[in-house]
């Protein structure tokens, strides 16, 4: 799927921004930003598995949520000066063309199956 392909290509995106990150940070922001960058992927893999599009749908739902918070976690580490904003910018532009497609695919399912 290329939505999966597109939100694995991020998870190492956010994985290679955060490796110069403070050591101090390694149980705070550069944990959580990895872990909620790379649960997207892993809740459109977890979504394709599912037998019912209600359960696909809800796990790209989930898939959504963590998106949004990446861009938080983003926007934070802009605030405090670990992260560049054009950079940042341009990540979550990335982030939002991936919300889109998930929308797309939300909607999808849940349209009546014929």
């Keep these: 799927m290329e939505v999966w392909q597109h ?24 944990s959580q930003i990895r872990r909620s960058a790379n649960s997207i992927a892993a809740y459109i893999a977890e979504g394709f598995g599912r037998k019912t599009s209600k359960d696909k749908s809800n796990f790209h739902v989930f898939a959504r949520g963590s998106v949004f918070e990446t861009q938080n976690h983003l926007i934070y580490g802009v605030q405090v000066g670990y992260f560049e904003r ?27 199956q014929p």
């Design 7 to 30: 939100a694995s290509r991020l998870s190492v995106e956010i994985f290679q921004l955060t490796s110069a990150l403070p050591r101090s940070e390694d149980y705070g922001l550069t």
């Design 86 to 112: 054009l950079q940042t910018d341009a990540t979550i532009q990335k982030y939002n063309s991936l919300i889109h497609d998930l929308n797309k695919i939300i909607k999808a399912l849940s349209q009546p």
